[in-house]
């Protein structure tokens, strides 16, 4: 079955600075990759998604993601972090039934 | 548009006691799946739904048992609860099989058994 690793559990960074998480996966075919969002108490928002072609993709948010596929990686970006944008951010993976998650990063936003 | 409406959103088990989680989409999504949310794991998947009428076991089962007797519905229960099933419940729903094209969420349900 498909595997997702996000190495950073919690990362800060300063309110206007860069962002980039971590994701890696394990998947025997061509993956089908997701970044989700989760706000305090609420459910998650899908924030872009992989499927093939252009491996830049672009999200919502301002958000964007690298597939690299010979390092099985696919990466979050943001060139400048806003204090809302303090959340847990969660990497996914999708297989034939079903899609795995990484076991999130979350993010604070220092002003 | 509601989406993926999950009820209750909280709730107090006592050990031994049963209960049902009521998941609701209104989007005519073929497709719908239980994850339950654990600090530093993640969401794993409990069971899912190809479809009206069937059922499949995902990676953490054990203790829940799931029914689609309707297409916009999905009930999770638990027969007798344990502390180990305190969580976060989520349900989520796609008109596509597996993960090709991303879920729609539910806001969660939180659950404590003492």
């Known amino acids: 079955a498909q595997s997702v690793t996000q190495p950073d559990i919690h990362i800060t960074v300063s309110e206007g600075a860069s962002l980039e998480l971590r994701c890696n996966y394990s998947?025997?075919?061509?993956?089908?990759l997701f970044w989700y969002v989760q706000s305090p108490g609420q459910g998650l928002q899908l924030l872009l998604k992989?499927?093939?072609?252009?491996?830049l993709v672009q999200g919502i948010k301002g958000f964007e993601a690298e597939f690299k596929r010979s390092q099985s990686s696919f990466n979050l970006r943001k060139p400048s972090v806003h204090w809302s944008d303090a959340a847990e951010y969660f990497c996914?993976?999708?297989?034939?039934?079903?899609?795995?998650f990484g076991a999130g990063t979350r993010l604070t936003v220092k002003p | 548009n509601a989406g993926v409406t999950q009820t209750p959103k909280f709730r107090v088990l006592k050990t031994g006691q049963s209960m049902t989680l009521l998941c609701a989409q209104d989007m005519n999504h073929e497709y719908m799946y239980w994850y339950r949310q654990d600090p530093g794991m993640g969401l794993r998947l409990i069971h899912y739904s190809v479809g009206e009428g069937t059922t499949a076991k995902g990676e953490v089962p054990d203790g829940y048992n799931v029914s689609r007797l309707k297409k916009q519905n999905f009930l999770l229960g638990l027969e007798s609860a344990a502390p180990s099933q305190t969580s976060v419940y989520f349900c989520a729903s796609s008109n596509r099989r597996g993960g090709n094209y991303g879920y729609t969420f539910g806001s969660g349900t939180r659950l404590t058994v003492v």
């Open positions: 998947y025997g075919a061509t993956p089908y």
């Open positions: 996914a993976v999708g297989g034939n039934n079903d899609m795995r």
């Open positions: 992989y499927f093939s072609g252009d491996t």
